[in-house]
């Protein structure tokens, strides 16, 4: 049996709580951090603060939301993928399509300690452009930010 394919769209409103299922998993991946919120408080905040804030596309295989990616002007906020999920290509659908808008560059904050992430956005032509101590961000762990840009 041949698996489904993957699918992106838009997020609607009504896709708040699938997205919370897998920000939750995936965000528990990331060992190396405090626990700070609760998977309630994951979904309040992906349901009052992602949805309203961001522009979320989302990837679906077989009707299944499995991943998405949530961006602000030019800054992806989040792009988690559903750990049974990782490595099948959702996550670089998404970014594929995010460089497709046509915006003049991209970014985002990756925790220094996600290697698994940075080689990913490495490999999309994110460069890492800021390195930081941690101080300003919630989880208090050093991050990078990095920046894709449009060739000319």
């Not at 299944?64 to 800054?75: G, P, V």
């Not at 659908?93 to 560059?105: D, E, M, Q, R, T």
């Not at 080689?119 to 452009?129: A, Q, S």
């Amino acid at each position: 049996m041949t698996e489904k394919a993957i699918e992106i769209r838009q997020a609607v409103k009504a896709d708040a709580d699938a997205l919370a299922d897998v920000f939750s998993p995936s965000l528990r991946l990331l060992t190396f951090l405090p626990e700070l919120h609760t998977p309630d408080e994951d979904r309040w905040f992906i349901a009052n603060i992602i949805m309203n804030e961001c522009d979320v596309t989302l990837a679906e295989q077989g009707g299944l939301i499995i991943s998405f990616l949530a961006r602000q002007r030019e800054e992806i906020r989040l792009l988690h993928t559903h750990p049974n999920h990782i490595g099948k290509g959702a996550g670089s659908l998404l970014v594929n399509a995010a460089k497709s808008l046509g915006l003049p560059n991209l970014e985002l904050w990756c925790f220094q300690a996600n290697m698994r992430a940075r080689k990913f956005y490495e490999r999309h032509g994110f460069l890492p452009v800021e390195f930081t101590d941690g101080a300003r961000n919630e989880e208090k762990m050093p991050d990078v930010r990095y920046r894709w840009q449009r060739e000319a």
